[in-house]
Nanobody, 129 residues
Framework: QGQVMESGGGLVRSGDSLRLSCTAS????????MAWFRQVPGKSREGISC??????????YISESVKGRFTHSRDNSKNIFYLQMNDLKPDDTAVYIC????????????????????WGQGTQVTVRS
């Protein structure tokens, strides 16, 4: 069946950096877009990044809330999807969740939950001021 699993979360201070990893044991990772979401209790899940299977820059997506601080990448040889988070702020505190899309690319409505076939359990990121 396969799964995706996040790692790399933790407790940091404002201005620090973290790199999250999403390791996939799915059979079709290399041909599917990957995405990062984050969830804060009491708030809607926020889609923050989407990277297509071939990492073509013109079809990637980074939320305005993290643009310039967060970047994503993938290593298709290792089935790992990354989120590099720099200059972290307290508002970035959330559970970060990766997901594998049913599609190769990231369309205009890429964050539709039903478009993802695998979801991780999430990793907690806490940023103290």
């Amino acid at each position: 069946q396969g799964q995706v699993m996040e790692s790399g979360g933790g407790l940091v201070r404002s201005g620090d950096s973290l790199r999250l990893s999403c390791t996939a044991s799915t059979s079709d990772f290399k041909t599917r877009a990957m995405a990062w979401f984050r969830q804060v209790p009491g708030k809607s899940r926020e889609g923050i990044s989407c990277l297509p299977h071939d990492s073509i820059p013109r079809t990637t997506y980074i939320s305005e809330s993290v643009k310039g601080r967060f970047t994503h990448s993938r290593d298709n040889s290792k089935n790992i999807f990354y989120l590099q988070m720099n200059d972290l702020k307290p508002d970035d505190t959330a559970v970060y969740i990766c997901a594998q899309s049913r599609f190769r690319g990231c369309g205009d409505n890429w964050a539709t939950p039903g478009d993802f076939s695998y979801w991780g359990q999430g990793t907690q990121v806490t940023v103290r001021s």
